[in-house]
T-cell receptor
Framework: DGGITQSPKYLFRKEGQNVTLSCEQN?????MYWYRQDPGQGLRLIYY???????QKGDIAEGYSVSREKKESFPLTVTSAQKNPTAFYLC????????????FGDGTRLSIL | SQQGEEDPQALSIQEGENATMNCSYK?????LQWYRQNSGRGLVHLIL?????REKHSGRLRVTLDTSKKSSSLLITASRAADTASYFC??????????FGTGTRLTVIP
């Protein structure tokens, strides 16, 4: 079955450490997105990519970095510059075309040790 | 902020009752989408209503859109315990990006 796989499900970060969250999709979707969700809150857009080798900052990109070397993969690195990284991170993808519904992975919960 | 707001923030009903959630937004939209999120999981798309539509149905779901009031509502009829989840509205603007509301947490009591 096609879908989006995020790993790991839980991740712990030490002070000063960079960590990378994986997102892989086999839906053949062009666009991919990273969101951050804090408890009881909606989703905030971190980065998005409409096509391979191209990505744009979302609303809260500071302290994060991404790459899009393959259509299927859109990893997110939470850098040490992100001072409050504890959150639930969601990856999504959508096919080409305005207004297509987004398909989500099951998230990675990141905590600070 | 371009984000929408859902109302109420939390809703608790008995199984079999109807649940209504409202969503307001601030900008012009191309479409408005509703998503469901079970605890600790990703979001699942439920229904999309375009800006030129006023009402849409999908099974036990009914969505309305009033662009003059910049608001939408999601009605779940004959609720079940399995409907317990958070529900988010999201509207599409700009470069195919979705802006999500803060969500309504629905609890259906068996």
């Amino acid at each position: 079955d096609g879908g989006i796989t995020q790993s790991p499900k839980y991740l712990f970060r030490k002070e000063g450490q960079n960590v990378t969250l994986s997102c892989e999709q086999n839906l053949n979707h062009d666009a991919m997105y990273w969101y951050r969700q804090d408890p009881g809150q909606g989703l905030r857009l971190i980065y998005y990519s409409q096509i391979v080798n191209d990505f744009q900052k979302g609303d809260i990109a500071e302290g994060y970095s991404v790459s899009r070397e393959k259509k299927e993969s859109f990893p997110l690195t939470v850098t040490s510059a992100q001072k409050n990284p504890t959150a639930f991170y969601l990856c999504a993808s959508t096919p080409t075309g305005l207004g297509q519904p987004q398909h989500f992975g099951d998230g990675t919960r990141l905590s600070i040790l | 902020s371009q984000q929408g707001e859902e109302d109420p923030q939390a809703l608790s009903i008995q199984e079999g009752e109807n649940a209504t959630m409202n969503c307001s937004y601030k900008t012009s939209i191309n479409n408005l989408q509703w998503y469901r999120q079970n605890s600790g999981r990703g979001l699942v798309h439920l229904i999309l209503i375009r800006s030129n539509e006023r009402e849409k149905h999908s099974g036990r779901l009914r969505v309305t859109l009033d662009t003059s009031k910049k608001s939408s509502s999601l009605l779940i009829t004959a609720s079940r315990a399995a409907d317990t989840a958070s529900y988010f509205c999201a509207h599409l603007t700009g470069a195919n990006n979705l802006f999500f509301g803060t969500g309504t947490r629905l609890t259906v009591i068996p």
